[in-house]
């Protein structure tokens, strides 16, 4: 029987493949061009330079940027949406916020435009209570005149349907009948949970995605398959965890940022395993640069994100700080004089100017390229040799020649920029959330993430840098790692005193049952199942909430709520640890129950990965070339990190080479190799 799973992650460069046979442990990496609009061809492309028949492959697991692009792109399908009457506009108020802020007018406009949006009679009351039975004529009319304007897929908005989804369910019933495909959501059904805009935006949003997700999929499943894949197919969400096709199509909205998720899920899992439980990631791709904090083993968990202004997402996500800083950032000077790295990027088409595709700015890697510290005759991924000298020209033009500096001053300033912004961003996850950075080793992962590791370790003060064994390949590996997870939530909005112990079991057990149903349709196997239950609460008056992890215990094979006493302990506890202070006289009350079911599926053991035991120092050297750091060029050893054995020493500089990426030791640090294959950078002094 085959046990070859492959993790595949789009990136918006490269498409990343890390290929396991798990019997041996033998691992292999693959990162091709990623190919738009139809990332289907790239991602194929990289599988099948690593594997010959697919019918060797027990699983496939996928982290998809296709969500992602379409919401920033703005290249959803055409979508309605039916709301309560009065609240057509829910999506375009938000929350009063203005992309700009200065100014008298602003220039947002939602996924949905106004005539798509229509209203019919209805109203049920946040007590749960129906005012008004929903007008089933009107609906009719709204779905034929959404059809008539050429919407694919609508969303169905009613206000206070979290506590009372029927007027909504009954709605969906007559628009279902009539629509031609299954891209119909409520916003009940989506996100039961309170907050009128949030709740609107994560539907629509959803409805936006689904044609795209669905359409992807299932043209990629059908590919697959023609191929001789037969076996499991699952997605990764932004929570970290992974889903089946069906539940991604169903539910596209969960897998925006699902690729840097794998990433942070890998570098977790690499870094416990190291020994080192605290670990800030640092994601260097082509087009960004992503940084999440660990502490402790596990991941921070965020319960809403903004992809864009105004495309609020309310659905559990890791915790990612994002800033236009990757390998492919262009690098420009402001009418100031000012030198700026990104947002804009070269992509992967036509890619940095070295890459000889049309591009004529200056990129991040083009710095890199010229200093020395990527080897043009080697490029990662499937790349001809680099064009040095056209990567100075540009530098020269568009960054040299109007501040006055020479081609290598202009790189070096160029770097220099680009390791300040993302120094930056590991501050903002780390010291200014409360947490000292000389606690945490520092994770680069990506094509180019282990090219700033050192001047990660300098400009931020971090203990030290972990290059995993294939970094440029972590969010692939991540997809192989990841549990399957399924979320739920239910607004619950009431004070601890008033809220009744039965109903919240009833209420966990069903997000239990509901989990467990997903994950046996899923078809995976797993080692075993957990569950996490929390409640959002906050003292009476307070708008933002607390996390609060609550007691379960199970009996005769139900769940046994905790009591108000129990959970008046834990919100005690949480909100002390988050502020250090109680509320003496504050009255304490219950907005969500949030439940997650996780399905633990089998880790390989990273052992396997280590250097083969008869690797040596003296093998492993390739070369010696000159490299620029700071005003001078010095001579540098150029190592194949691959061969390099375990427990071994390398003073900076040094440069590190393997097929995914190159890991700099800048002059003062210096480098060992641990027992997992793992470079491990800290400072020589």
Known sequence: MTQKFVGVDVGGTFTDVFVLDQPSGVASVAKVPTTRPDQSVGLLAGINAQIDDLSDIAGIVHGTTA??????????????????????????????????????????????????????????????????????????????????????????????????????????????????????????????????????????????????????????????????????????????????????????????????????????????????????????????????????????????????????????????????????????????????????????????????????????????????????????????????????????????????????????????????????????????????????????????????ASAMLKEVGLARAIVPRYPGVTSAMGCLIADMRQDFVQTLNVGLEALAPARLGDLMQKHLQDGIALLNASQAPFEARSQVFELDMAYLGQTHTVAVPVPVAVQDGRLVPPDQSQIAAAFDNTYRASFGRLLDEGQRRVMNLRSAVIGHRPKFDLSTLAPPADATLEHALKSTRAVHFGTSWQDTNIYARLDLPVDVHIDGPAILEQPDTTILVEPGMKARIDNFGNVLIESAT
């Open 67 to 452: 969500g992602t692009n379409a919401l920033l792109e703005r290249k959803g399908a055409p979508v309605g949406v039916i709301a309560t009457e009065g609240l057509r506009d829910v999506l375009e108020m938000r929350r009063r916020d203005r992309p700009h802020t200065w100014g008298l007018r602003g220039n947002f406009e939602p996924v949905v435009p106004r005539a798509r949006r229509l209203e019919v009679p209805e109203r049920t009351l946040a007590s749960g209570e129906i005012r008004i039975p929903v007008d089933l004529g009107a609906v009719r009319a709204a779905t034929q005149q959404l059809l008539d304007q050429g919407c694919q897929a609508v969303a169905i908005l009613f206000a206070n349907a979290y506590a009372n989804p029927a007027n909504e369910a009954a709605a969906a019933q007559v628009v279902r009948d009539i629509w031609p495909n299954d891209h119909v959501a409520t916003s009940a059904e989506i996100l039961p949970e309170i907050r009128e805009f949030e709740r609107f935006s994560t539907t629509a949003l959803n409805a936006y995605l689904q044609p795209e997700v669905a359409g992807y999929l299932d043209r990629l499943e059908t590919a697959l398959h023609g191929e001789g894949f037969g076996g499991e197919f699952l997605i990764v969400q932004s929570n970290g965890g992974v889903m089946s096709v069906d539940t991604a199509c169903r539910l596209p909205i969960r897998t925006a940022l699902s690729g840097p998720a794998a990433g942070v899920i890998a570098a977790s899992y690499i870094a416990e395993t190291a020994g080192f439980a605290d670990v800030i990631t640092g994601d260097v791709g082509g087009t960004s640069f992503d940084v999440s904090l660990v502490a402790g083993g596990q991941p921070g968990q965020s319960p809403q994100t903004s992809i864009d202004f105004g495309m609020v997402v309310r659905s559990p996500m890791i915790e990612i700080e994002t800033i236009g800083a990757g390998g492919g950032s262009i690098a420009w000077v402001d009418r100031g004089g000012l030198l700026n790295i990104g947002p804009e990027s070269a992509g992967s088409d036509p890619g940095p100017v070295a890459y000889g595709r049309g591009n004529d700015r200056p990129t991040v890697t083009d710095a890199n390229i010229v200093l020395g510290r990527i080897d043009p005759e080697n490029p990662i991924g499937e790349m001809n040799r680099l064009d040095v000298e056209a990567a100075g020209r540009a530098i020269d033009t568009y960054v040299g020649t109007p501040l006055g500096l020479d081609r290598l001053a202009a790189a070096e300033a160029i770097l220099r920029v680009a390791n300040s912004r993302m120094a930056g961003a590991v501050r903002l996850v780390s010291i200014e959330r409360g947490f000292n950075p000389k606690r945490f080793a520092f994770m680069p992962f990506g094509g180019g993430g282990a090219l700033h």
